[in-house]
């Protein structure tokens, strides 16, 4: 069998990889003490080594997985031959093991991208942050080695394997984990060059425009991350909500907010040489908190604190690395706070005063979901009572600073930078009062939800305001416009469709809210039950069988005015191998209101539990959200913010 | 090195909540509150999953080592588990009697002919009644009892191959070599 020596290959390549990356985070930083450019371009080498070690290790993993070798454990735990070859390869990152060897491979890329594209920055800024970056993977990968190894060994030899966890059996979560990982070791990035920059006491703007693209690429693939999640957990979990406040996705939700309060701040260091402090400390917070939401999921400290205890060694590995990383990250920006120049004075009514209250009101909405996720924790750990922190909570906390920040967002990128007054936005506030009024009674007109109406005003305000934005900048009605519209660069409309996104996400959000319409009962054939004025009749159940599961698929009719609009089919799968069941949605999406039906357990005589969902305008949540996600790619194009300015 | 008060503030911040946490993380949850230890188990009659007309109750404890399991098909953390138990009743390593909580009758017994049935018996407290008694907090969890029918090991969360190896079976062994005679 080859097979017995790939694992044993990528077990080597992984040592190797830890080796060259201790290298890595010691030598080019003696290089930079001592100004010794050999040592400085070790670093560079010992990235691309690390990366292309990591790559061999995981592309071992993977043709263990494709060839199904039971006498590794991890493969024989979490794969089984029946699987289908897709999550044959998905199942290499569906469990701990596999999951932290990906997100290694992800920090050696980055690692490794560094030499490519920051041939301009400064010898020792870069030797330093690749040393940083290579003490993380110096963490990362002991603690796959000592504690989490994917390739360890199992005897006897199974006959097959356990399978893979079928609620991960679907494309949307196969893939889900990379993008997420993308965006929380992309953090890594800003992490190491935060610490590079405390290390040699200048945080300047030539360093905020060379970090800033790797800001937004890691943004955008946290933000694309957490919608899979969201659109995933809408059409897998069989009960048609789109967030639930779970702290798995908490977890990734929380970085997201520090990661966007740090690309305003960053772009603030870059064209106006201010807020520096801001910047690394939400630098070094983004990336914790990517830390914390890796291990949550991973360790499941958060499912319950009983799984932490079981397994120490882990537990332990994971708090000495985040307290390693984010406490020597702070203890080194307290020795050096007093080095970070403040920049140009601005007074409170301008784009940096602005930015500065997004930043306090993003930290405050990110300690709220924080607090919220972990406070049943530590409630547990101190005493035997068991509470659960639920919607209510996020609803009544988090609800309300959004709503802060979403004004402030309408009147921000109006405001100019340094100085302003609120006489000169007194105007756009009037205009802006009439389009909230108009959009608002309208819209309680039509949905006869004051809150909701207020929310769907908001959401027109702040799309209006941004449009305002956009249509000042290119001198909208006059003449030339359309050229200054081509020549703005790719910042200005990364703003635009982001904030633009961010508005038809609202809409999304109020329309989930507020205008949902759910029922379920127990249907016998030819039943029906009416939500919203739709009727969903439960027509057929006919049972199936595929590769790895077992299926009965149910029929459910949706009609409205007598005509049939839709016939969505819903299945229960039911896996084998690990003895699980899975519910699969039947959903008709469109553009304003989705149909959804899950058919549930039952049988012949007393009927199946039918629960049928009309979800008005769900898509723009998502569609809002990758819009933003987009604009953090087009962002990157930028040129006024790439590199030094020639 | 000169340093600023407000440098410190973030590192502070962070200390204090590390501080927090490790000390929430580490204590170890599977210890029982002392009051339960070496009691008697409490009293309780509850019907017999299988055979509804039957009632199970304390006495069914004396004479042997149990493993009391408290279950319930709504469990997710039980499916981990049930893989060891269903290896221990195939091993006959110990009695069992298990719990189910806070489920209906036709769930549970669903839930056992899918998984397989590790247990001896299997005791229906759908109201809580047993649970709360026993401070149960979630499940699963399970109770050691000794051949006189006191508690006297507790352990939250789900049991592993591991667990069993390292932990339980130990006292099993221990409690076994008791006399279940004397008062």
Redesign the interface.
């Known amino acids: 069998m080859y097979s017995a020596m790939i694992s044993e290959f990528g077990q080597i390549t992984l040592i190797l990889a830890l080796l060259v990356a201790a290298a890595q985070s010691v030598l080019p930083m003696i290089g930079a003490q001592k100004n010794d450019a050999r040592l400085m371009a070790f670093g560079d080498r010992a990235a691309t080594a690390q990366f292309v070690l990591l790559a061999l290790a995981f592309i071992a993993l993977t043709i263990v997985f494709v060839q199904s070798d039971f006498s590794t454990k991890l493969v024989a735990v979490n794969s089984h031959t029946d699987k289908p070859m897709l999550y044959k390869i998905s199942g290499v990152w569906g469990n701990h093991e596999g999951s932290m060897l990906l997100w290694v491979l992800i920090l050696g890329l980055f690692g490794a991208l560094v030499p490519i594209y920051g041939k301009t920055l400064p010898a020792g800024l870069k030797a330093r942050a690749l040393a940083v970056q290579g003490m993380v993977g110096v963490g990362f990968l002991a603690f796959i080695v000592f504690t989490s190894n994917p390739f360890e060994r199992l005897s006897p030899v199974p006959i097959n394997g356990q399978g893979l966890n079928p609620l991960l059996q679907d494309p949307g979560l196969a893939f889900h984990p990379p993008f997420l990982y993308l965006g929380y070791v992309g953090f890594s990035m800003a992490f190491s060059f935060a610490i590079a920059a405390l290390i040699e006491g200048r945080v300047d703007a030539v360093w905020a425009r060379w970090l800033r693209p790797w800001v937004l690429i890691a943004w955008s693939f946290l933000t694309i991350g957490i919608t899979m999640g969201s659109i995933w957990a809408y059409y897998e979990l069989g009960w048609g909500g789109w967030w639930m406040w779970d702290p798995v996705e908490n977890v990734s939700f929380i970085p997201w907010l520090a990661g966007t309060a740090l690309l305003h701040s960053i772009m603030v260091l870059g064209k106006r040489h201010s807020m520096a402090s801001w910047t690394i400390?939400l630098a070094?917070a983004a990336f914790s908190l990517s830390l914390v939401g890796t291990f949550v999921v991973r360790s499941g400290?958060l499912t319950?604190?009983?799984?932490?205890?079981?397994d120490?060694e882990r537990?332990v590995f994971i708090?000495a690395l985040?307290?390693l990383a984010?406490?020597g990250g702070?203890?080194l920006?307290?020795?050096?706070?007093?080095k970070l120049r403040g920049g140009p004075e601005f007074t409170m009514v301008s784009k940096e005063g602005g930015l500065l209250l997004n930043n306090l009101l993003l930290c405050v909405a990110a300690f709220t979901v924080f607090l919220g996720t972990?406070y049943p924790?530590?409630v547990?750990?101190?005493s035997?009572d068991?509470i659960s922190v639920g919607a209510p909570y996020f609803d009544r906390t988090f609800g309300p600073v959004m709503i802060v920040l979403v004004a402030f967002m309408g009147i921000g990128p109006l405001v100019k930078w340094r100085k302003d007054s609120w006489t000169s936005l007194k105007p756009h506030l009037l205009k802006s009062a009439v389009v909230i009024a108009v959009v608002t009674t309208l819209t309680f007109w039509l949905g006869k939800s004051v809150l909701g109406a207020l929310s769907i005003g908001l959401a027109a305000y702040l799309a209006y305001s941004t449009c305002v934005a956009m249509g000042r900048k290119i001198k909208f009605g006059q003449v030339g416009s359309l050229k200054l519209l081509k020549a703005q660069p790719a910042a200005v409309w990364g703003f635009f469709i982001a904030h633009m996104g961010i508005a038809i996400c609202m809409v999304g959000i109020t329309g989930m809210s507020v205008w949902q319409g759910s029922e379920a009962k127990r249907l016998k054939l030819g039943e029906s039950i009416t939500v919203s004025g739709y009727e969903f009749t439960l027509k057929s159940i006919t049972p199936g069988q595929e590769a790895n599961f077992q299926k009965m698929t149910g029929l459910v009719q949706v009609q409205k005015d007598g005509e049939i609009v839709a016939n969505l089919r819903s299945s229960q799968r039911f896996y084998p191998v690990r003895?699980?069941i899975t519910t699969e949605a039947g959903i008709q999406v469109r553009f304003m209101k989705n149909l959804y039906a899950g058919v549930g357990e039952g049988d012949l005589e007393t009927g199946w539990v039918v629960r049928a969902y009309v979800h008005p305008l769900v898509v723009w949540i998502w569609l809002g959200a990758l819009m933003t996600a987009l604009a953090g790619f087009v962002s990157i194009f930028d040129r006024g913010q790439r590199g030094p300015k020639t | 090195m000169k340093m600023t008060w407000k440098g410190l503030i973030p590192l502070f911040i962070f200390s204090l909540l590390g501080l927090i946490f490790a000390v929430g993380l580490t204590k170890d949850p599977s210890k029982l509150p002392s009051q339960l230890i070496d009691e008697p188990f409490p009293e309780f009659s509850l019907p017999d999953l299988f055979d509804p007309e039957t009632q199970i109750d304390q006495t069914y404890l004396t004479g042997q080592v149990t493993l009391v399991n408290v279950f319930g098909s709504w469990c997710v953390a039980c499916d981990l588990e049930h893989p060891t138990l269903r290896r221990l009743a195939a091993a006959n390593e110990i009695t069992m009697l298990g719990i189910d909580w806070r489920d209906t009758m036709e769930k549970g017994k669903r839930w056992l002919e899918r998984g397989g049935n590790p247990y001896d018996r299997v005791a229906f407290d759908a109201d809580s009644v047993l649970a709360i008694s026993l401070g149960v907090t979630g499940a699963p969890e399970s109770f050691l009892v000794d051949k006189k029918g006191r508690i006297r090991y507790k352990y939250v969360g789900p049991i592993s191959d591991k667990i069993w190896r390292q932990e339980i079976k130990p006292i099993v062994l221990a409690l076994e070599q008791e006399t279940g005679a004397n008062p």
């Open positions: 400390l070094i400290v319950s604190v009983h799984s932490f205890a079981v120490p537990g708090l985040l307290i984010t406490g702070l203890t920006y307290a020795l050096r706070a007093h972990f924790l530590l547990e750990a101190f035997s068991k003895d699980m």
